[in-house]
């Protein structure tokens, strides 16, 4: 085998890596968002009653990492991942608006959730080019 094929081979490799990785944190990302609504809530600093809401987007994150995991083409439950992410950061800068919210812990969980979109998309990317 040619040295440029084991690169591509190892490259592919730790994509469907991190891809496997990435569809199980959305899955226990969206256990926890099904579970445990409020808790969450009050951890990312969201105060009132938003527990239909975390509930259902628990559900788009759970099964969008059964997707990964179980599809043959990851990248496209990856790229549904991605557009779950534009969501989220939605909702959460909303969320930054309301002065009843904590915003310290809103900020952080927006970077952590830029940090995730970040990997989703160069995880889609990379998968796209195999």
Known sequence: MKPVKQREIKKYSRE???AKG???FSIGLGLTQLLAPRWLERQIGLRGDRTGLMRAL???EAMAGMGVLMGDRKVVPLWG???GDAMDLALLAAALKSPDNEKGRLTGATAMVVGVT???IACARGLQAA
């Open 81 to 83: 991942r991605v557009a």
């Open 118 to 120: 970040l990997l989703d």
């Open 58 to 60: 628990g559900a788009r």
């Open 16 to 18: 469907l890596s991190l």
């Open 22 to 24: 990435l569809g199980w």
